[in-house]
């Protein structure tokens, strides 16, 4: 069973045992407009927690992708390359940007759950 | 989102996008629609396809009258604005008295009319008129046309479009503006604008704005246009947007808006900056305005730095972007004037590595003005 955590960077992360799957909400993704790029970081790349892991640019403007926590990337999707408009069509599915071995469980805790998250982005 | 926008003005047509669902942004002081729900790729290319309705109202509008006001205008700038036929509308600087560029604006001569009509930046429209007013005062009189508002529609169908509210408009060639009556309404028509297209601006009543604008959203080929397309259509189209792509410091040379100089007005050496000016145009300058293509697919933004092939700094990008009719990144900025031939291959620094790209012609994408056949 995977639990799906949300950042006040407007990230979300699945974990599935200690692998962590990572995008954009939906609500950044609405904010943020037609994704035309990605780019995504190399497997074996090690990130802290917020550091920053990728980068997503719609027609308006760029922005960072943080990591929510810290691990190793083991995977990142590449299919966005060619398709970045993946990010607006399925943001928290089929547009995830990279998956992290996580080195802390303690970190993914401490993150908003889904309500948390709904609450905090209505605040904003 | 929070709404710290109490401060900003509206447009006749506020009510309008809140209810056509747009996202509303802060420009130029005023709360404008960015994006409606279509978003700006599709908005772009349905601009580009069929027919886009931008709402332009925070822009400058005015008359200048008195005796003979393309003659008093003439002391701001340098394009030939006695020259303007009858029934035309034309393109000019407004130059500060070193020649840098205050902003850039559109004269129409309306027929049978002495006033001219003005069309300003919104971001510079207060500081405008009060230039123009203090260079001009004693021998004409700008008067701040505050009750109205703009609309562009855009696009290959846009005379087929507007042709149903203004008929005989589809007889008017680029460039032309005449007064006719849209939807009713009073208007001056102009056929310009700022996609690279063909289309009209319309300048109606603020009374009228909402019941025009509405007629023509109601057409199918019509979609509502934000500025963020509005953006990237300019940028295809290779025109400047005013303090990005040129200012008050840079010239007309450097900005590669020489076009713009009239001839009548370089062999009269008479507008600010004009000794200055001339002897770029004759010697050359240190810096020009270029259009950039980099090879990837990544865009390079507003202020990145341009290096040669060796790495030195040699410019700097002033507009830059994604295009989503050439499918590719693009932008514009200013390069050491060595460097701005089309071909010649630079670098881009963007997030701190270097991405190829060319120096190349502008506009990206082919305008399609609707030009009046040479006789």
Known sequence: ?124 | MTNANDNLKHTPLYALHVELGAKMVPFAGYDMPVQYPAGVLKEHLHTREKAGLFDVSHMGQAFLDGADPAKALERVTPADIQGIAEGMQRYGLLLNDQGGINDDFMTTRLAGERALYLVVNAAMKEEDFAYIGEKLAGVADLQPALDRALLALQGPLAASVLERHAPGISAMTFMQARRVTVAGAPAIVSRTGYTGEDGFEISVGSKDAERVARALLAEPEVMPIGLGARDSLRLEAGLCLYGHDMDESTDPVEANLTWSLGKRRKEARNFPGSARILEHLLNGVGKKRVGLLPEGRAPAREGTEITDKAGRVIGRVTSGGFGPSLNAPLAMGYVESEFAANGTKVDLIVRGKALPAQVAAMPFVPNRYKRAQKK
């Open chain 1, 1 to 124: 069973m995977s639990e799906v955590r949300f950042t006040d960077q407007h990230e979300w992360v699945r974990l599935d045992g200690d692998e962590a799957t990572v995008g954009i909400t939906r609500h950044a993704a609405e904010q943020l407009g037609d994704v035309v790029f990605v780019e995504l970081p190399a497997a074996g790349r090690k990130v802290g927690a917020g550091a920053e892991a990728a980068v997503v640019e719609s027609v308006k403007a760029a922005s960072e992708v943080y990591a929510p926590v810290s691990g190793e990337v083991t995977a990142a999707n590449d299919a966005l390359v060619a398709e970045p408009a993946k990010v607006n069509e399925d943001p928290e599915g089929a547009g995830w940007f990279f998956k992290l071995k996580l080195s802390d469980k303690a970190e993914f805790a401490k993150l908003m759950d889904e309500a948390a998250y709904q609450e905090f982005v209505k605040g904003h």
